[in-house]
């Protein structure tokens, strides 16, 4: 297959986009039927021709096609099969590419499951999805082709990072891709009512399971990523607040607030310009974290090639859609009728409180991500906002979204009375207090402020979680009861919640602990030497060479023991891999629920002596517990029977009755 | 031309910084107590190296952050205090060695930032909840309920039930 | 009217926001910036290169306008930068000295020999201490001192014919007119 086929498909792919964001739309406005019907077989084409693009390079990289320069500067004949194809996201052009497959992808998906929403409406979403396309795709072809050729041939590939070479972060990319992209989803539908003018419950309703599907992703994503530095990276550093990372938090936290803001425009009818808004900010915030990790604009570890042409392009695009978007809520917002009143105290409060908190805590993340640029381009002075920083203010900010945590699902909607709920609260509260105190005295691990608030925080968000279950099961009784009620319409999304709650505190305890607990020992070591550390006997029994597929490896072996049992046998590398030559460190880890033994090597220091850092980390598989726990909790709210429902026709509601209660809505 | 010339230069900058993250820092600093090390340890996360891309120098394997921490290190073992250690190296530097940005009027932004932040939105958030009650929906008017019905095909009473 | 103008906010944030990032595509992040302009020269002193028994210090680069020029041979676009320094060397307006940063003697003798000797002197710094009193974080690196041996301009990276003309030669000119 020549790579020519995959540019022409390409440009091919981009005839569709810009059918798919102009016809539809137009038609949707003038309302010509046949206009938009366009919309599907535009994003049917759409994804085939991108389709056929993507897997020529990866036919490419399989079959070490060297005179593709992307080939060529990624690929490499001994890379094993499985990162010869996660190679083709490896660096810039082809991660590209990825983004713009997942893109015509979810379009089409979107196009396929729409049957409770009527056809202009669609089209319009379709279109708005087609415009970002036709970004992506020209970015592509005018600035970052996958297909360019080089030169005379190299007879060998530049070898892919070996850094990359691994199967959590071959997965990572096309995990966060799938939420940035489906941020899109409801990104464009909040255009799409904004263009309609008619912002309702229905709109709220439709969004919801992608917007969540989306967020799910981006969870795992970053969860991913998280791990993934750590036990590839060598010091058992998990986050580091890293431009790149912060570009996709940021997004996760604006998509946080989103999904639960969704809820109560969905069941109330209130916030819906806040809604709009935040489904707007998630998009925007996927597009310039792309912007900030292509244009080297910032520095990061994570950063692709930086090439400010490239990075004037993203821009231009930036401004076209964000500022688009913003535009027309500037224009139209104004319209749209405000929904059912609510309490100083009520669900409502405690959502918008949370929701403001979460945007917040977004614009301080951005505020530090990006402060560098800001004052040295006013000429401020250059300085550095790094990861002390950053903690600090999350640390600062997270208790109070977590006490919001805790009332938000005793409250009622509309109106809570602050004295039943303080009731309702109150043992929960002496509960968290005590748990809290306890922890801090020196009665365990010598005692620890910070643990102390980690408890008080998770058992706060615990107990409140036991509250609102004994509330539910009220009018449940018996096994038989709860059992029923798993079954129930919209319990998916209330186990959901309590899921996704449930590993915020799992998280919150997973970094605590580790932070405040962990013990680390740098220390030069003979073999046949024993150190202790942590309640364990490290012994450790020398260096080997090893080859490896692509490299060559020096491999330690450290036994490991707990009250004279071997708890462990673990083997940390230092890696030279034959192309790039980098040596790379591969941690010997002995994971655990309660904690993580983590051994890495470093320098020989003559005469099979070798530096070896030891680390005992408590807790610390409790941080992607709790992203697990939250992905999961998202992925059962989002396939809530009550979604499911409206797809099957004849249990949507009479066309007439709604088009009426609509009309009248809307005013 | 100039595109070459720095990317060559950057190439140097790498040389004399080594790899790209993935190493492992270990040094054989000698401290006469183990709070001694914690102390060492602590200074030197609080300060950026300066060829890298956005890494402390604890965590740092570049060769400018091994003389670094030297340097550090000796000021340390000498009995210089951590205002000292900074001044030094911030004179010779600028306020980019610190990885946290230092608090003077020019950075109150970013050390207050956060908080006028978030005072906005609680000033944001009574006024939104205060609006609110201004405008408060109680329940359905007798005449919402008529249209209510006319649109739905319902009798009153039918309507009832189904609440 | 005021109650439209609130839902331009967003919008308006955002501009400000891309003509910040706009500003950014022209800034390079990992250019550090000397605080040591407008500062007396830090001192020191140094064995030379060539001839390790005398020292080169700050007094040798007081009373005239000088430059100091951080380089190794170790760092590849110091050799491109060379050329340029032979060419300001010839035209004898100034005296430049070089740093010879964290390298090995013979292979800077070595090169200074196959390549041409612009300097007046060099000051080898082993273990690149005096390179961190001058805030040196990666070669090459040029310094210009005016004739009270105050620095007045830092330039990071190498050397260009353009630089030379824009930057270096001009200032260097407006440094000797000075007393």
Known sequence: MTPELGNFALILGLCMSLVLATFPLIGSINNTPG?????????????????????????????????????????????????????????????????????????????????????????????????????????????????????????????????????????????????????????????????????????????????????????????????????????????????????????????????????????????????????????????????????????????????????????????????????????????????????????????????????????????????????????????????????????????LLVIIMGMGPLSRWKKQDPGDLARQLRGALLLSVAAGVLMALPVFHDGNIWAGLAVLLAVWLLSSLVLSLRQRYRYRKGLAGMLRDLGARGSGSYYGMLLAHLGVAVFAIGVTFVSQFDIEKDIRMSPGQTVELGGHTFRFDGVESVPGPNYRADRGTIHVFKGGDEVAVLHPEKRAYLVQTKPMTEAGIDAGFTRDIYVSLGESLGGGDWSLRLYYKPFVRWIWLGGILIALGGLLAATDKRYRMAMVPGTAPAPAVTKRLATESSR | MMKIFVSVFALCLLLGSGTVSAGVTLEAFKFDTPAEELHFKQLIEELRCLVCQNQSLADSDAELAHDLRAEVYEMVQAGKSDDEVVEFLVARYGDFVLYNPPVKPSTYLIWFGPFALLLLAIFLLVRAVGRQKRTAVTDITPEERARLDAALGTTPSQQDKQR | MTRYLRYLVPLAIFIVLAAFLYRGLSIDPKRVPSPLIGKPMPAFSLPRLQDPAATLGNTDLTGKVSILNIWATWCVSCRAEHEVLLLLARTGKVDIYGLNYKDERPKAQQWLTQLGNPYVANAFDADGRVGIDWGVYGAPETFIMDKQGIIRHKHIGPITVDDLNNEILPLIAQLQATP
């Open chain 1, 35 to 399: 206009w938009i019907a366009l919309a599907r077989p535009a994003a049917w084409g759409q994804f085939f021709f991108v389709a056929i693009s993507f897997a020529v390079l990866v036919n490419a990289f399989i079959s070490n096609d060297f005179s593709v320069l992307y080939v060529a500067q990624n690929g490499n004949t001994q890379l094993p099969l499985i990162y010869k194809i996660s190679a083709v996201w490896g660096a810039h052009e082809g991660s590209l590419l990825l983004w713009a497959l997942i893109l015509s992808g979810w379009t089409v998906a979107v196009s396929l499951f729409n049957r409770a929403l009527p056809p202009e409406v669609v089209a319009r979403v379709l279109s708005v999805m087609g415009m970002v396309s036709i970004g992506f795709l020209s970015f592509l072809l005018f600035t970052s082709n996958p297909f360019d050729r080089v030169f005379p041939v190299p007879l060998e590939g530049g070898d892919l990072n070996p850094l990359l070479q691994d199967f959590g972060l071959a997965v990572h990319p096309p995990m966060l891709y799938m939420g940035y992209v489906g941020m899109s989803v409801a990104f464009s539908f909040a255009i799409a009512a904004l263009i309609g003018g008619k912002l309702d419950a229905a709109w709220a309703r439709w969004s919801r399971p992608w917007t969540m599907v989306a967020w799910v992703f981006l969870t795992i994503g970053i969860t991913l990523g998280s791990w993934w530095a750590y036990y590839e990276l060598g010091w058992g550093g998990w986050w580091f607040w890293d431009p790149v990372e912060n570009a996709s938090f940021m997004p996760w936290l604006a998509a946080t607030a989103l999904i639960h803001s969704l809820a109560v425009t969905e069941k109330r009818g209130a916030f819906k310009r806040w809604t709009v808004l935040l489904a707007l900010l998630a998009f925007s915030l996927s597009l310039l974290g792309t912007f900030l990790v292509r244009s080297g604009v910032l520095t990061s570890v994570h950063s692709f090639a930086a090439d400010p042409a490239r990075g004037l392009f993203i821009l231009i695009f930036l401004c076209l859609v964000i500022g688009g978007s913003l535009a027309l809520y500037a224009w139209r917002a104004p319209n749209v009728s405000s929904g059912g009143g609510f309490d100083l105290l009520s669900r409502e409060t405690l959502l918008l409180g949370n929701n403001l908190l979460l945007v917040v805590i977004t614009a301080f993340i951005l505020l530090g991500t990006l402060a560098p640029l800001i004052y040295e381009a006013l000429g401020w002075g250059k300085i550095s906002v790094g990861f002390p920083w950053f903690t600090t203010m999350f640390v600062i900010f997270t208790p």
